[in-house]
Structures are given as structure tokens and as C-alpha cells.
């Protein structure tokens, strides 16, 4: 039996050789018969275009053609040959058909147009739409892409734990991760019986191990998942998604905003370089406007602006925001949104926030109002990436502690990290599935993840 082919190197050949014996494994997306013959078209996920398959009636297989409906799965042998129809260069004429696996008429992806809330009851089998095989097929480009770019630097991947017993934003809206039942769980010292020894939570960030591992190795980047049980139904929140989280040791806020900036550049250029078919699709019909839009980020520098100017701005605008703009107030993404789409219309890194609305492990600027964070805006989501340089200086630190109700005993690796050869350092986190909504235009997160979770739906 012959190796087996992908529909997207088949088609992207130039020739075909007469004795060449070709192996096709897929599932039908429709079938249309003739007198002689039936003419299926056959995808693999290996791109978006189907294989047309030309099934002469009478070869061994062939009498299983009417159970080759859309759905079913099927194994073709047989030549390629310059296709005699419009819109393909090639065809297979088959010498054998086998059927796999039929789908009987209950099957859910019909060829009618599906909508999104629909597909995401069927999560187990969206993948195979044309639209979410392109998303995932630009979801794997684009986490390749992203060792890519951090292996050319030489940074060391770095796998932070998924269970831990810090919280690194500090805002209280973590899994517990426990052993313990019933009264066991409300007992006086639960937390000292339960696994681990007290209590843990699924991470909501790797950013504080990753400062380790940077104060030895220098430069490190985490990608893994990350979770917030915070109950947000919006499209721009999941409680379950992936973070990419650089840190560089003698970095300050500067070379922070230098490196967020360059990597959503590059995985922008290679998303346009290495997925130009799937991203036709969603520029035709997501967002109509999403490949100037990526060329535009790609060629313009980003605009940086101070926290305490963009809040000027946003109250000169003599727009009606939904929520209040007043220094002191974290930005929405209403905001953010007018800064890069309608003010500078172009991305915007917005850096200094009031330290009061920010973790404390951000470094205290010599104001000391503010500390040296950054988040990097685009156009269409807002906010893509959060930074900051750390806070490296001892008392500093302890006092940021203090003042956010954080006990020393908890933190004490952390600190000495400032005790034993402190540096400066920074580093930022990039949310993966914003990222694929940049890229992709699709304007929900559920729709970028394989099997969303968020609050009150984990169905898969």
C-alpha cells in the first residue's frame, strides 16, 4: 500500500508522476454523482481546501459510495491528474475506495451555514468546519512561532508549576486545589491537612517562579495554562487559557516594552507568511478589514504614551464612555480601544500606572505614585500584553508587601531572590487566545480554544 499523502502537500505540487500510486485519508465534505462516476470532496485538516476525488462506479469499494456522505470518513488510492473542473489544479482518480467509518444523517455539520453558539455545543466536532480548522491550524502556527521567536534570542524554556500556593496578581480569584471533603474542609488547620500541607490553587500566573529561574539563567519564558476563577461571562475572558511570560534579568521597563513590542510583530508577520490561506478565510468572513490591519502593526511603530497622558486624552475626547475615566482607574477595554482605533490609529503602549491599582511586585517609580508597568494595546481587542519591571530593591519590596497584606512567611523564596545577588529584571505576560483573536479577527475567546471553560459551562 502507498504512503499516505496530505491534501495540502498534493496540492501544492507542480507535477505528477504517471506511476505514482497515491494514499488519501479523510472525511467527505459532499459527494455528487453521475452516471459513471461520483466526484467526492475529500478534507484531512491538513489545510482548508478539500481534494476532489473522481470514484469511477465499478472499482473495488465503490459500492459503499452511497454511505459516503459528509461526515463520513474514507481511505482513497489512486493517481493524481490535472483536474478537468474549474477552481483546482488537481484531482485523484481512484483506484480504490474504502470506507472507514459512515455518518448517518443525524450528522450535525451539514453543508449550511452553522453559528457560533452552535458549534460551540458541538466542540468535539467543530474542528472539522472550515472556519475552526483554520483557527486551530493557526493556533498551532503561532505557539511554534512562539518558541521560535524566544529559541533565535536564546531563552530558556522555562515549565513553571500549575499548582501553587501564591497569589500573583493578588486578587484573590483562584481554584483551591484540595483533598478534603465535607467537614474536613471547614475544620480548624484545614489547609495543614489537606495534600500539600496547606493550601495550594491552580496558577493564575507562572511570573513569579519564572523570577527565579531568570536570576540564574538570565533570560526565560514560561507558556503553559493559567486559570482565574473570576465570574466574567465577557468575550475577552476565559477561565481557563494559556500565557506567554518572559523574564530577562538586567532588564528595565524600557527593554520590557522593546521585546513585547517585537514579538507581537513577528507572530503577527508569521501568522501572514505561514498561514496566508486560513487568514483569507477570516478576512473574507470574520473581519474584512484583518489583513490590512495585521500589515498595519507589522510596519508601524507602536506609539508609547504615559498612563497619567492617556487619561488626558480619553477625557479631551468628549466621547461618552460606559465607564468613568479619572486617574486612578484602571483602563477599560472602551479605552483602549479608542486610543489605538480613533486617537493614535496605530498600537499604543500605555506605561507608569498609579501604583495603587497594580501587584506588588511592580517596581516603584521616583514619584512614588507610580510603578513601572506597561500594557501593550491593539487595535480591535485593547489590551494584548501586561508588563512590568520587577521590583528588585529588598525594603521596597517588603514595604509593597506590607501594604498589600502579604505575609513575609508566604513569600520568603521570593524575597531572597532581593537578598542573594539581587538585579533589575521585567518581564510581562502575553495572553495566547488574545493573541489568536488579533490574529485571526474572531472576536470570542471561546472560539480561539479548543474547549472553553468559563463560568458555568465545561460541557467537554
Given at each position: 500500500m ?11 505540487r507542480e507535477s505528477a ?5 497515491l494514499l ?6 459532499t459527494?455528487?454523482?453521475s452516471?459513471?462516476c461520483s ?7 491538513s489545510?482548508?481546501a ?6 469511477d462506479?465499478?472499482?473495488?469499494g ?15 488510492e489512486?493517481?493524481?491528474v490535472?483536474?478537468q473542473?474549474q477552481?483546482?489544479?488537481w484531482?485523484i482518480l ?13 450528522y450535525?455539520?451539514?453543508?449550511k451555514?452553522?453559528t ?7 466542540a468535539?466536532?467543530?474542528?472539522r468546519s ?16 512562539i518558541?521560535?521567536f524566544f529559541?533565535?534570542r536564546?531563552?530558556v ?8 500556593a501564591?497569589d500573583?496578581?493578588?486578587?484573590g480569584?483562584?481554584f ?6 465535607g467537614a474536613?474542609?471547614t475544620a ?7 495534600f500539600f ?5 491552580l ?5 513569579l ?9 538570565s533570560?526565560?519564558?514560561t507558556?503553559g495554562?493559567?486559570?482565574?476563577a ?5 468575550t475577552?475572558?476565559?477561565s ?6 518572559p ?13 513585547a ?6 507572530l503577527?508577520?508569521?501568522a501572514?507568511?505561514q498561514?496566508a490561506?486560513d487568514?483569507?478565510l ?6 474584512k478589514g484583518l489583513l ?18 492617556a ?10 464612555f460606559?465607564?468613568?475615566v479619572?486617574w486612578?482607574l484602571?483602563?477599560?477595554s472602551?479605552?483602549?480601544?479608542y486610543l ?6 496605530c498600537?499604543v ?6 501604583k ?5 511586585y511592580?517596581r ?11 500594557d501593550?494595546?491593539?487595535p ?10 520587577r521590583e528588585?530593591?529588598l ?8 501594604a498589600?497584606?502579604?505575609s513575609?512567611?508566604d ?17 510581562f505576560?502575553?495572553g495566547?487566545?488574545?493573541?489568536l ?6 472576536p ?10 468559563t463560568?458555568?459551562?465545561a460541557?467537554?
Amino acid at each position: 500500500m502507498p504512503t499516505r499523502s496530505l491534501v495540502k502537500d498534493i496540492l501544492a505540487r507542480e507535477s505528477a508522476p504517471s506511476d505514482e500510486s497515491l494514499l488519501i485519508q479523510g472525511w467527505v465534505r459532499t459527494r455528487r454523482d453521475s452516471k459513471a462516476c461520483s466526484f467526492i470532496a475529500v478534507n484531512d485538516g491538513s489545510c482548508l481546501a478539500s481534494l476532489q476525488i473522481v470514484v469511477d462506479h465499478g472499482i473495488p469499494g465503490s459500492d459503499d459510495l452511497p454511505e459516503a456522505t459528509t461526515g463520513a470518513s474514507v481511505e482513497i488510492e489512486g493517481s493524481l491528474v490535472p483536474s478537468q473542473g474549474q477552481g483546482q489544479k488537481w484531482e485523484i482518480l481512484a483506484t480504490r475506495l474504502t470506507l472507514v467509518g459512515a455518518a448517518p444523517d443525524d450528522y450535525p455539520l451539514q453543508k449550511k451555514g452553522h453559528t457560533p453558539e452552535f458549534l460551540r455545543s458541538i466542540a468535539h466536532l467543530r474542528p472539522r468546519s472550515n472556519l475552526y480548522g483554520a483557527v486551530f491550524r493557526v493556533r498551532s502556527r503561532l505557539a511554534f512561532a512562539i518558541h521560535q521567536f524566544f529559541q533565535e534570542r536564546s531563552f530558556v524554556y522555562v515549565h513553571t508549576p500549575i499548582i501553587t500556593a501564591s497569589d500573583c496578581e493578588g486578587a484573590g480569584e483562584m481554584f483551591r486545589v484540595t483533598t478534603l471533603e465535607g467537614a474536613e474542609f471547614t475544620a480548624p488547620n484545614a489547609a495543614a491537612a489537606d495534600f500539600f500541607g496547606r493550601a495550594t490553587y491552580l496558577t493564575v500566573s507562572g511570573q513569579l517562579e519564572g523570577e527565579t529561574f531568570a536570576c540564574a539563567l538570565s533570560n526565560i519564558y514560561t507558556f503553559g495554562p493559567t486559570f482565574r476563577a473570576e465570574n466574567s461571562n465577557t468575550t475577552r475572558h476565559a477561565s481557563e487559557f494559556w500565557m506567554i511570560e518572559p523574564e530577562m534579568a538586567f532588564c528595565d521597563l524600557e527593554g520590557d516594552m522593546n521585546l513585547a513590542e517585537e514579538m507581537v510583530k513577528y507572530l503577527a508577520a508569521d501568522a501572514l507568511e505561514q498561514c496566508a490561506e486560513d487568514l483569507a478565510l477570516f478576512n473574507s468572513f470574520v473581519d474584512k478589514g484583518l489583513l490590512e490591519r495585521l500589515r498595519f502593526v507589522i510596519e508601524r511603530p507602536f506609539q508609547r504614551v504615559p498612563y497619567t497622558e492617556a487619561v488626558e486624552i480619553l477625557k479631551a475626547s468628549g466621547k461618552e464612555f460606559d465607564y468613568p475615566v479619572a486617574w486612578g482607574l484602571n483602563l477599560q477595554s472602551e479605552h483602549e480601544r479608542y486610543l489605538t482605533e480613533e486617537h493614535f490609529k496605530c498600537p499604543v503602549t500605555v506605561y507608569n500606572y498609579p501604583k495603587d491599582i497594580k501587584p506588588f511586585y511592580m517596581r516603584t517609580n521616583d514619584d512614588g505614585k507610580t510603578v513601572t508597568a506597561m500594557d501593550l494595546l491593539v487595535p480591535g481587542i485593547g489590551e494584548i500584553v501586561g508588563g512590568s519591571q520587577r521590583e528588585e530593591r529588598l525594603d521596597v519590596l517588603l514595604e509593597n508587601m506590607k501594604a498589600h497584606g502579604l505575609s513575609k512567611d508566604d513569600y520568603w523564596w521570593y524575597i531572597d531572590l532581593r537578598r542573594y545577588g539581587t538585579v533589575p529584571h521585567a518581564g510581562f505576560g502575553l495572553g495566547f487566545e488574545r493573541m489568536l483573536m488579533f490574529v485571526t479577527g474572531i472576536p470570542n475567546i471561546r472560539d480561539v480554544i479548543p474547549f472553553p471553560r468559563t463560568p458555568g459551562s465545561a460541557p467537554f
